[in-house]
T-cell receptor, first 114, second 116 residues
């Protein structure tokens, strides 16, 4: 595997379900990110991890819970989501966070909440 | 609110023409600028980055940066139908806590259509 991978690629879940999104980067990077992309809106940064520590949480509802067990893996745990949470969830990584390195994106998880 | 603005388009150009995509940003402290291409249903793919004023060329792509005017553009020469995509401008904007805390802020993207 190369670059940034994400699983699953598609997910349909009910509002009472609990599911997790997984991201893995094979680039040796130190920073990882979760973004949400909804139709007609810019990419929204949700969470940033640098060296496994959360450094940014952009006022994201608590029904989204990130986890970063090591610098290569990032999870987004989902529970009691709302239909408006349906979107493309993108994971990205960069060499470091505190300097302005370019970010590389995974293929995304298309989430539908029914 | 620190913002990145792009014309949403669609921008339609004939095959072989030059496509010009523009972006303005509000934070004078921004130091790095990126262009991503996103095909429908796919994730953003980095195509260019630029840090210094002036032009940076990579194949058919040229990024232009003017920090005084807070303006960055992407030129695509000899446009091909395969260039049809949404182009996202992204700017590293200094976070609210200042210092070296940067946040990559995206514009809404410009939809480019290259007609055969």
């Amino acid at each position: 595997e190369t670059g940034v991978t994400q699983t699953p690629r598609h997910l349909v879940m009910g509002m009472t379900n609990k599911k997790s999104l997984k991201c893995e980067q094979h680039l040796g990077h130190n920073a990882m990110y979760w973004y949400k992309q909804s139709a007609k809106k810019p990419l929204e940064l949700m969470f940033v991890y640098s060296l496994e520590e959360r450094v940014e949480n952009n006022s994201v509802p608590s029904r989204f819970s990130p986890e970063c067990p090591n610098s290569s893996h990032l999870f987004l745990h989902l529970h009691t989501l709302q239909p408006e949470d349906s979107a493309l969830y993108l994971c990205a990584s960069s060499q470091d966070y505190l300097v302005s390195y370019e970010q590389y994106f995974g293929p995304g998880t298309r989430l539908t909440v029914t | 609110q620190k913002e990145v603005e792009q014309n949403s388009g669609p921008l339609s150009v004939p095959e072989g023409a030059i496509a010009s995509l523009n972006c303005t940003y509000s934070d004078r402290g921004s130091q790095s600028f990126f262009w991503y291409r996103q095909y429908s249903g796919k994730s953003p793919e980095l195509i260019m980055f630029i840090y210094s004023n002036g032009d940076k060329e990579d194949g058919r792509f040229t990024a232009q940066l003017n920090k005084a005017s807070q303006y960055v553009s992407l030129l695509i020469r000899d446009s091909q139908p395969s260039d049809s995509a949404t182009y996202l401008c992204a700017v590293n904007i200094v976070g609210d806590s200042g210092g070296s805390n940067y946040k990559l802020t995206f514009g809404k993207g410009t939809l480019l259509t290259v007609n055969p």
